[in-house]
């Protein structure tokens, strides 16, 4: 899978050999609506652009998530036993422009169809096929407070709610079903102009996760605190005249697992790349983008390795 993987990543990285095309001034955040007819700046997730005031943006992303193996002390190894999970989901995102610098959110994730060999971690080693399961779902508020001539920041504040139902604690993250609690997120996008239409895209990102309490399967009481989570990100997008080509390396980090004060799971950190291929316009009179976007592990610790592959449709319209 990786060779497939790296071959699409060499496709992509030609385009950066381009022509470069015209790009307008961006002064102030009132600018956004015409810097929207870039497909670079349809990609609203990942930097600090904000939609204009009235605006709606709505995206659905097709995603065939897989995981089979983590990584210990930097290298990736097959899990013992065996535990294979292979997700197809449709996640749904809706922006909407409070003002020209407050950006409302909401990001629903639905795992259609989910495969798990758990191996090791079940009594009965099997396949599971899993049907239609809403994840966890999040709330987001981006407000977009500095905007100079060649860079601009925003800050990003979310929940995310205990919606999801995961089919089990072994593939609850890699299946983007959610873990089922309560987290608060806090986030920083800022971005660097390069040249005419080219930039850098920086990020960070806190996830506070709470405590909860549940009962196992004999009756007991079980306090879990999940890790916190951080992550890091160093991006690059490159415009031309009707796509957009962007990558970043990313980092994160999670804190140890906890039940009962008990630590069940080390602390983890990934290494990992993130592409996107942005294609067409996101404004208002033309109203349609296309993404394709890959997401690969390279290394880490006790982490697992999984790879996203995914398709994504995206508009805009006051």
Do not use: C
């Not at 959610?178 to 996830?207: H, K, P, V």
């Amino acid at each position: 899978m990786r060779k497939n993987i790296f071959i699409l990543i060499f496709l992509w990285m030609g385009a950066y050999l381009g022509p470069v095309g015209s790009y307008a001034e961006r002064q102030t955040s009132f600018q956004w609506e015409y810097l929207l007819e870039k497909p670079s700046w349809g990609m609203i997730e990942w930097s600090s652009a904000t939609l204009p005031k009235g605006f709606w943006y709505p995206s659905f992303e097709f995603l065939y998530v897989h995981n089979e193996s983590y990584f210990s002390s930097g290298r990736e190894l097959d899990y013992p036993g065996g535990r294979d999970s292979t997700s197809y989901m449709i996640t749904g995102r809706l922006l909407y422009g409070l003002s020209n610098k407050l950006t409302l959110g909401v990001y629903i994730p639905v795992v259609v169809a989910q495969k798990v060999d758990s191996g090791l971690y079940v009594r009965v080693p099997g396949v599971k096929s899993g049907t239609s399961n809403v994840g966890d779902i999040g709330l987001l508020f981006k407000y977009h407070f500095v905007d100079r001539y060649f860079w601009s920041l925003a800050t990003e504040f979310g929940t995310t709610l205990p919606t999801g139902k995961p089919y089990n604690e072994v593939t609850a993250k890699q299946a983007g079903t959610g873990d089922g609690q309560t987290d608060l997120n806090f986030g920083i996008r800022g971005d660097i102009l390069l040249a005419e239409e080219s930039f850098i895209a920086l990020g960070t990102d806190f996830i506070y996760q709470f405590k909860r309490e549940y009962r196992d399967t004999l009756g007991g009481i079980i306090d879990e605190k999940l890790g916190n989570v951080f992550k890091t990100d160093l991006g690059f997008v490159r415009n031309f005249k009707n796509f957009g080509v962007g990558g970043s390396l990313r980092y994160t980090w999670w804190q140890a697992n906890k039940k009962n004060n008990v630590v069940i799971s080390d602390q983890a950190d990934l290494f990992h790349l993130f592409f996107r291929l942005s294609i067409g316009d996101a404004n208002p009179e033309k109203q349609g983008k296309l993404d394709f976007f890959l997401d690969f592990p390279l290394t880490g610790k006790n982490a697992p390795a999984t790879y996203v592959i995914g398709i994504g449709i995206k508009s805009i319209f006051r």
